[in-house]
Structure formats: C-alpha cells, structure tokens
C-alpha cells in the first residue's frame, strides 16, 4: 500500500519512512522543489515525485498513477487545503474540507473563540480606521511569522497596510495580550484530544515576533496543566478541529490562555522531533495511523519519555549571500550534545530578515529539563555565525 505525502515540513521525513516501513507502508513525497528537504534526503531513503503541487490536476494525475493509494499526508499550512481536497477525491481518509478551510483563516477561527467566551477579542480586516490599539495585524493565512505587526496607532497601521508584501489570505487585526507565547502540542482523534506537552517559544525583539528558540516540555503544575489541558480540547473542538497533530500557540496572560493561532499539523521546525525524543517515542507513527484512517496508539499509550529539547534558529546580522558558518567545529565542546539542522546552503540569497525566512539553520541541544536544555541551546547558538557576502 502507498502513502503520498504532499508537500512536507523540512525535517521529520526521516521519522516518517521509518513510521511507514513500521507500518508495512510505501512512502511517496510530491515536491515541487527537492531543495527544501536537502538534510532530511541526505539522512534517508525516499521516492520522491517531482510535480508542481500548486497545480491541484497534476497531482491528482500523479496520485491516479500511484498503485495501491491507501493515504495522503498533508502536513504544511500551504498544502492543507488541497491536500484534503485531493484526499476527499480519492476516497482518503482525512479531515473535512470545510473544517480545514476554517481552521487556515485566522480571523474565522478568532471569531468563533470570541462568540464561545473563549477569547476576550475577536478578529477584524485591517482598515486605518480601527480603535483600541495596540493591534496585532497578520496575514489571515500567513506563515512563518510573515507580515505579522505590532501595531500602536492609525499611522503605523496605514503604515503597515502600504508596505504589506504579497499575502496568502488578507490583513486582519486582533488585540494584542502580553505575556509569554507558549505552543500546546496535541493528537486529536474523532473530537477526543490528548495533549502530549507544552513547548515554550522566544520572540525577537527587534524583528516583528520572528521566533528565536523553543524547549519541550515546560513545566506545569498539576492544575495549571488540567487548565490547559481542559483549555485547549475546548479551543481545538470549537474551532472544528477533530482530527490530526495541533500545534496551538498561546499566551499565558495573568487570566490565563489566550490563542495566538492554531496550526492544524504537528510544529513546525524541530518540534516534531523534540516530541519524539522527550516522549521516547516515534510520534510520526501516529501520523501514518491517521493517513491510514485509524485511532492513533499515541491516544492511550503510556510513554517512556526521554530527554528535554531544546533549539535555537541562526540568523545572519544581515541580508546578503550565504558563505558558510563559522563556530560550527566548536559545537561538540557544549553540553548537551549538540546538533546542527541546516535550512539553507552556500550560495543561498537571504533578503529579509524579519520572518523564519532568514533562518539558515537549528541547533538542538538536550538537557535533563526544558530550562536546562534552553540554557544549553542558547550557549551553543552564541557561537555560530552565517558568513555573508
């Protein structure tokens, strides 16, 4: 039997192969560009098709071509839509169609937390107009921390509108909370939802909220955890999210959880990794379980557990060609056991460095706590530099 992936987040594809030969399963990866997996393809064996996988015939001619389909994985923002389009054309297991389209509008999913008391402000269009800053103005199906704005008055909202680059979705504004931002890491099956962790997620300061590091699992006390836990089943089934990974990011204000966005897959990142080495186990495994339209083992089971993670991003000072990195060969002297993850290669153009885009590579590092392995994480990054020309 064959499952297809369309599209995929940059790591984790190793854990997948694995998950689908555990399974008994082919696995396919459709890529428009192969250069976005380059270390992941490096480290294991995969059939990759290449296809435009925005043009929604040619896929579809692809996947009728494949034998014995039994699955689609669409785990990307980009490709949720389509990929449940195609997996309700083929006779797939998969979520809805409309349940995904609500779910990639962040502005449809903010107003129907808002009617259900589960956020204190709803989501409007962007319009200079607007009272009650500060804002908080976003692409309604953006990505990557793209065009995301800390917004304090009407000129710096107008400001924002005439400089918004091309959008996925339209501009909205919401209200802005403070607080830390934390991600909920779940697994969902027919509306029942297990929340395997909590990830923490530091923000830039000087770039509008481009994310810096994140550690799994914080820790909670045993009622703030039953608050979340209780928070964020309530927040995934309102918004129609019954099945599949979530990743939910939220703030932890003074009166408690407020959503930031959900994205319906497993994190972006490391995450998924970090998931599989805390938990001591491979979560992917569930993934092929859902593509295959069955209950998640992941649901129930008792996990070992394993190590904290943590991770941090390396941006370049500023824009320009990649050379290289320095401070790599000094990563096995840190604790923790360092890894490196490149995103980018030499000879790689960054333009921007306001959004994940400009990410050229992770570090991960282990510790025996999420703080411990931050420490570590942030320790280790300090020493790596992009070179850029």
């Not at 979520?95 to 989501?123: E, F, I, M, N």
């Not at 991600?183 to 909590?198: F, I, K, N, Y």
């Not at 092929?288 to 339209?293: D, E, K, M, P």
Request: net charge negative; hydrophobic share 45%; aromatic share 6%.
């Amino acid at each position: 039997m064959t499952i297809v992936l369309l599209e995929a987040l940059s790591f984790g594809l190793g854990r997948l192969a694995d998950a689908a030969a555990a399974a008994g399963q082919r696995l396919v990866l459709c890529t428009g560009d192969r250069s976005i997996y380059r270390h992941e393809l490096s480290r294991c064996e995969l059939e990759v098709i290449d296809v435009d996988t925005f043009d929604a015939n040619a896929c579809a001619q692809v996947l009728s071509a494949l034998p014995d389909l039994a699955g689609l994985i669409s785990s990307t923002d980009t490709w949720a839509v389509p990929g449940a389009r195609l997996a309700a054309e083929f006779g797939l297991p998969g979520p809805s169609v409309d349940a995904v389209r609500t779910l990639r509008d962040k502005a449809r999913v903010r107003q129907l937390l808002h009617a259900r008391g589960l956020s204190r402000g709803t989501a409007v269009d962007a319009v200079p107009s607007l009272i009650g800053f500060p804002l908080v103005v976003k692409d309604s199906a953006g990505t990557s921390s793209r065009e995301v704005s800390l917004v304090h008055s009407a000129a710096e909202l107008r400001a924002v509108l005439s400089s918004a680059g091309p959008l996925k979705g339209r501009l909205i504004a919401e209200p802005y909370v403070a607080g830390p931002v934390y991600s909920a890491e779940t697994l969902t099956w027919q509306g029942e939802t297990r929340l395997l962790g909590v990830s923490s997620r530091q923000l830039s300061r000087e770039f509008r909220f481009r994310e810096e590091s994140a550690a799994f699992p914080v820790a909670f006390g045993g009622k703030d955890t039953d608050v979340l836990r209780s928070w964020v089943s309530e927040v995934l089934a309102v918004a129609g999210h019954t099945r599949g990974f979530a990743h939910v990011e939220f703030v932890l204000t003074g009166a408690g959880p407020e959503l930031v966005e959900i994205n319906a897959r497993i994190g972006g990142a490391l995450v998924g990794e970090a998931l599989c080495r805390a938990l001591g186990t491979n979560v992917y495994e569930a993934m092929v379980q859902l593509a295959l339209g069955t209950r998640p083992l992941l649901l129930d089971a008792v996990v070992p557990g394993g190590p904290a993670v943590a991770f941090s991003l390396i941006y370049p000072a500023r824009p320009g060609r990649l050379e290289g990195w320095s401070g790599l060969d000094a990563l096995a002297a840190h604790p923790g056991d360092p890894e490196w993850y490149p995103t980018a290669a030499v000879g790689d153009t960054v333009t921007t460095l306001a959004d994940q885009r400009a990410c050229t590579g992770l570090v991960l590092v282990q510790g025996d706590t999420a703080e411990l392995a931050a420490h570590r994480a942030h320790a280790a990054a300090a020493t790596i530099h992009p070179i850029m020309s």
